[in-house]
Every structure is written in C-alpha cells, then in structure tokens.
C-alpha cells in the first residue's frame, strides 16, 4: 500500500476491506497520510477475533484507535448487536462516517466483493 500511495499520480482515496481497514488506520502518524484524501472502510474486522483464528499467522498489533488524519466513512456490515456496536466504537475513535447497513453488506457479497462473517 505505501509504494502504491507513493507513486500515486494524483489524490489517494482508499477503499478498504476487513483487514485492509486496519491497514488503513494505521496511517494515522505515518508520513504517507498527508497525500490521502479519503476512506471507504467496508467491515473493519475485530482483530482480536481474526488473530485468534489465524494463530501465528496473523499479528498486526492493536486494533489502531486514533482519529484519521483524512476524510472516512465506515460501511456496516452486519445485523448482530455485538458486531454493530464495535464498528460504532471504531468509527467513533476513527472520526468515521457510518454509512450504509447491513444490506449494503449483502449486496457487496452477493457482487463477490467479501464474505459475511459472523464474527464481525
């Protein structure tokens, strides 16, 4: 993602999907932030949950919780409570829009964008 950002010819707009949504929050202090002028941040994914089942494949760290430094909205993607509730507090720790529901989250899986994951 950074070589991407970097040769960027113009603007960056970025459109992230579960773990790619943790990538993109981890540019809040990075030097690369200042050239992104938007987020699309489609089914965060509850890293904890996704570390746990990919044991000693998976380690990003903390879920990133610092205000984006650009423009963001985050998609829901699930009908669950519990799911609904912790896109809410990321968005809310990000400065993220909430746009979108849960039949935005069918449509993208029935276009093959993702899968749906009950584990949020």
């Given at each position: 993602?950074?070589?991407?950002?970097?040769?960027?010819?113009?603007?960056?707009?970025?459109?992230?999907?579960?773990?790619?949504?943790?990538?993109?929050?981890?540019?809040?202090?990075?030097?690369?932030?200042?050239?992104?002028?938007?987020?699309?941040?489609?089914?965060?994914?509850?890293?904890?949950?996704?570390?746990?089942?990919?044991?000693?494949?998976?380690?990003?760290?903390?879920?990133?919780?610092?205000?984006?430094?650009?423009?963001?909205?985050?998609?829901?993607?699930?009908?669950?409570?519990?799911?609904?509730?912790?896109?809410?507090?990321?968005?809310?720790?990000?400065?993220?829009?909430?746009v979108g529901g849960p039949s935005t989250?069918?449509?993208?899986?029935?276009?093959?964008?993702?899968?749906?994951?009950?584990?949020?």
């Amino acid at each position: 993602m950074n070589s991407a950002i970097e040769t960027s010819p113009g603007d960056v707009r970025l459109v992230a999907h579960s773990l790619g949504c943790v990538l993109g929050a981890n540019l809040t202090n990075h030097r690369l932030a200042s050239l992104v002028r938007g987020a699309l941040l489609v089914a965060p994914c509850d890293l904890a949950a996704t570390e746990q089942l990919h044991r000693r494949v998976i380690n990003f760290g903390r879920m990133p919780r610092s205000r984006l430094p650009f423009r963001a909205s985050s998609s829901e993607v699930s009908t669950i409570p519990t799911c609904r509730w912790k896109l809410r507090f990321k968005a809310s720790c990000w400065g993220s829009k909430l746009v979108g529901g849960p039949s935005t989250s069918t449509s993208l899986v029935t276009a093959g964008v993702g899968k749906s994951d009950p584990r949020c």
